[in-house]
């Protein structure tokens, strides 16, 4: 598997906060990659890390084979950022944002830009700071994506979003990896447009990484059974990440290969009443132990 | 051809599709020979990774529903092939089973369902009804 992104045992402390701890982890080339977790998670910690924004005080971060702190001008170059703050100059005015950019990206594409300006509707002459949150989102993913990066990163890029801006977003990343050998990585607390995008997922939260994985691997590997048993299920059924029970009747929400599990339930002595495939959002409470937080809608 | 997808907790986007699709085929909506749209032009209308549209082409390829040509984008496959009316038995099967379901939730018997889809049915045909 060809990587685009390698960072090998990355830690990251702030007094007495362990932002990211011991972070391993490779994103594939060509993938969509998404990041999940709730507010203050290490997200964007990590992500700034793939950026060259920080350095890593444990560990090392690699982006096409190369350090983005020592030679950012080979790689953020082949980069496309979205920060969640959105980060523009608020006094620039659209146009003047492109020319801006242009300048930067050897490979920016001023008709591709100019196209994106027009779907997206936004004035050339508009100051930035005149520009609502969703155009300023446009604006920013204008800058990301004209010059057609070959890794696309996105920090919580839907966040705070209308429906519209949204599908623009969701549709500019499957754009993007349509186009061979690109790869988009996201963060989101989103669930379900990770769900549609993303082929690949890491879930993070407070800091540590707690699943990353194919997402088809995921969602084989966990499953939602319903059993009866005399009395309590077994402390000791291997895979069991979270158990609840209503009625007499066992939810147990499992990780690992669903047939030696199914198999595992009965040799326990359970009867089992159902089997599901559980949503992302209850696989990352049961690895977590606590909801995904929402940031603000 | 509009075909709509829910993430979340339904059945998988690709199964989605799938079903979908062998839905519109064994309505006749979607004829042997249509052209279906390319992986990413349907990747993007629907707003799913393109792998997911692949995997739902390939699936159904494999059960004769659609098939790949070399170069030529995607088509629908010839309805004459041995797996089409098997298909629609079985989609068909899933629908009486879900109706006799809710008819015995709502505490009808077999007669009255019978009654009623033979009622509903001439209405359909336009005949008259007592």
């Known amino acids: 598997m060809e990587t685009v992104a390698r960072i090998t045992h990355l830690t990251r402390r702030y007094k007495r906060v362990t932002a990211l701890d011991d972070i391993s982890l490779e994103i594939p080339k060509g993938c969509v990659f998404g990041l999940v977790g709730g507010n203050g998670a290490g997200k964007t910690t990590l992500i700034k890390h793939l950026m060259g924004m920080l350095r890593p005080q444990h560990g090392t971060v690699e982006v096409f084979g190369m350090n983005p702190i020592t030679d950012p001008e080979k790689v953020l170059v082949r980069m496309g950022y979205l920060s969640e703050d959105r980060d523009l100059p608020g006094w620039m005015r659209v146009h003047e944002l492109m020319r801006y950019l242009r300048a930067f990206y050897p490979n920016w594409d001023p008709e591709f830009a100019e196209e994106l300006r027009e779907q997206f509707q936004l004035d050339p002459h508009a100051k930035l700071k005149t520009l609502s949150r969703g155009q300023l989102a446009q604006a920013g993913l204008l800058g990301a994506l004209a010059h057609r990066p070959d890794f696309l990163v996105l920090d919580e890029p839907s966040s705070g979003l209308d429906p519209v801006v949204r599908r623009d977003i969701l549709s500019a990343i499957i754009r993007t990896v349509a186009d061979e050998g690109r790869t988009v990585l996201f963060s989101s607390h989103l669930l379900d447009e990770v769900d549609r995008v993303a082929d690949h997922m890491a879930m993070i939260y407070k800091g540590q990484l707690l699943l990353n994985a194919p997402m088809e691997t995921i969602k084989t590997e966990h499953t939602r059974f319903t059993a009866k048993f005399d009395g309590a299920p077994p402390e000791d059924l291997p895979g069991l990440l979270h158990q609840a029970e209503f009625n007499g009747e066992w939810t147990l929400l499992c990780h690992g290969d669903r047939d030696t599990l199914r198999e595992s339930i009965t040799q326990h002595g359970g009867t089992l009443l159902e089997e599901q495939e559980p949503s992302l959002e209850d696989i990352f409470v049961a690895h977590a132990g606590a909801p995904l937080q929402p940031s603000e809608a | ?130």
């Not at chain 2, 339904?10 to 909506?29: E, F, H, M, S, T």
């Not at chain 2, 088509?75 to 899933?94: H, Q």
């Not at chain 2, 629908?95 to 369902?113: I, N, P």
């Open chain 2, 1 to 130: 051809m509009q075909l709509h997808i829910t993430p979340g907790d339904g059945a998988p986007i690709y199964r989605q599709i799938i079903d979908q699709v062998k839905n519109l085929v064994a309505a006749g909506r979607l004829k042997p020979g249509d052209e279906m749209p390319t992986i990413r032009a349907l990747a993007q209308q629907l707003l799913i990774n393109p792998n997911t549209v692949a995997r739902a082409y390939r699936d159904l390829e494999s059960q004769g529903v659609l098939l790949s040509r070399q170069g030529s984008g995607t088509v629908v496959a010839d309805g004459g092939s041995p797996l089409a009316p098997g298909e629609r038995k079985r989609l068909l099967t899933k629908q009486v089973d879900k109706l006799l379901t809710e008819a015995q939730h709502l505490g009808f018997d077999e007669e009255t369902v019978i009654e009623l889809i033979k009622k509903r049915n001439k209405k359909r045909s336009g005949e008259d009804i007592s």
